[in-house]
C-alpha cells in the first residue's frame, strides 16, 4: 500500500511540473553553418586533389575521389533540407530525410573500393 501511494505521488509530481521551454544559444547557427562550409570546402579540396593526383597514383586515388565527391553531395543535403525547413515544405524534407544517409553509404563503398585498389600491384 505505501509502494502504491508513493508512485502515485510520484506521478503526480512529475505531471506537475511546469513545461519549459528551450532556446537555442546564440552562436549555434553561425558554427553550423560555418563548420558545414568549411566541411564541404575541405571535401571539394580533397576531390580536386584526388582526381589531379589520380594518374599518377592510381585507380586508389580516384576512388578515394569519389568518396569524397560523395560526402560534398552530403553537405549540399544539408542546404536543400534547410531549404525545405524554411519554405515548410514537407515532402522536400521527408524526401531528403528518407535517403539521408546514402551518400555517407556511397562514400563508404568508394573507400573501401579505394582500399581494395591500393593494396592490389599495378
Avoid at 506537475?16 to 560555418?34: D, I, K, N
Avoid at 569524397?68 to 515544405?89: M, R
Avoid at 528518407?98 to 573500393?113: E, G, S, Y
Wanted: hydrophobic share 65%; charged share 5%.
Amino acid at each position: 500500500m505505501f509502494l502504491a501511494s508513493t508512485a502515485t505521488l510520484g506521478m503526480i509530481a512529475v505531471l506537475a511540473q511546469v513545461e519549459t521551454s528551450f532556446r537555442e544559444p546564440g552562436y549555434f547557427a553561425p558554427v553550423m553553418l560555418g563548420m558545414l562550409i568549411l566541411g564541404a570546402v575541405a571535401w571539394l579540396v580533397a576531390a580536386v586533389l584526388g582526381f589531379a593526383r589520380a594518374q599518377a597514383f592510381g585507380p586508389s586515388a580516384r576512388w578515394f575521389s569519389f568518396a569524397a565527391v560523395c560526402l560534398i553531395l552530403f553537405h549540399l543535403q544539408f542546404i536543400v533540407l534547410g531549404f525545405g525547413l524554411l519554405t515548410k515544405d514537407n515532402s522536400l524534407v521527408f524526401g531528403i530525410l528518407t535517403f539521408f544517409n546514402v551518400f555517407v553509404l556511397l562514400a563508404a563503398v568508394c573507400a573501401i573500393m579505394g582500399f581494395i585498389r591500393l593494396t592490389s600491384p599495378r
